[in-house]
């Protein structure tokens, strides 16, 4: 069974840094099902999830909304099986429940639908 447990959420204050881990478990078997990993938050709870940043475990290709195109970097550890998500120079704006979440070789970047597995999710708080 694929499992995803993101960690590394918190309060800090704007212009800080703050990195998200996204631990992936349960790959054996679905390497093609589960090659993109994607970073999506939510704010405030109801709204719908916003594509942040994405990247493959083949190759490492990466892919970046424009809102954070910049200012946050994914990065993964193949051998640790986790993908990190480094945010700099946070904004009040950037609050929210990070997600991550995997997919097929392939999908859509910016779709929910194309992810499979999803995480439960860490609060990131940006105080001004």
């Known amino acids: 069974q694929v499992k995803l447990v993101e960690s590394g959420g918190g309060l800090v204050q704007a212009g800080e840094s703050l990195r998200l881990s996204c631990a992936v478990s349960?790959?054996?078997?679905?390497?093609?099902?589960?090659?993109?990993v994607g970073w999506f938050r939510q704010q405030p709870p109801g709204n719908d999830r916003e594509f942040v940043a994405g990247i493959t475990w083949r190759g490492g290709n990466t892919y970046y909304a424009d809102s954070t195109k910049g200012r946050f970097t994914i990065s993964r550890d193949n051998a640790e099986n986790t993908v990190y998500l480094q945010m700099n120079n946070v904004k009040p704006e950037d609050t929210a429940v990070y997600y991550c979440?995997?997919?097929?070789?392939?999908?859509?970047?910016?779709?929910?639908?194309?992810?499979?597995?999803w995480g439960q999710g860490t609060q990131v708080t940006i105080s001004s």
């Open positions: 349960g790959r054996a078997g679905r390497t093609f099902s589960t090659d993109r």
């Open positions: 979440a995997s997919g097929p070789y392939g999908g859509a970047w910016y779709v929910r639908q194309s992810y499979n597995y």
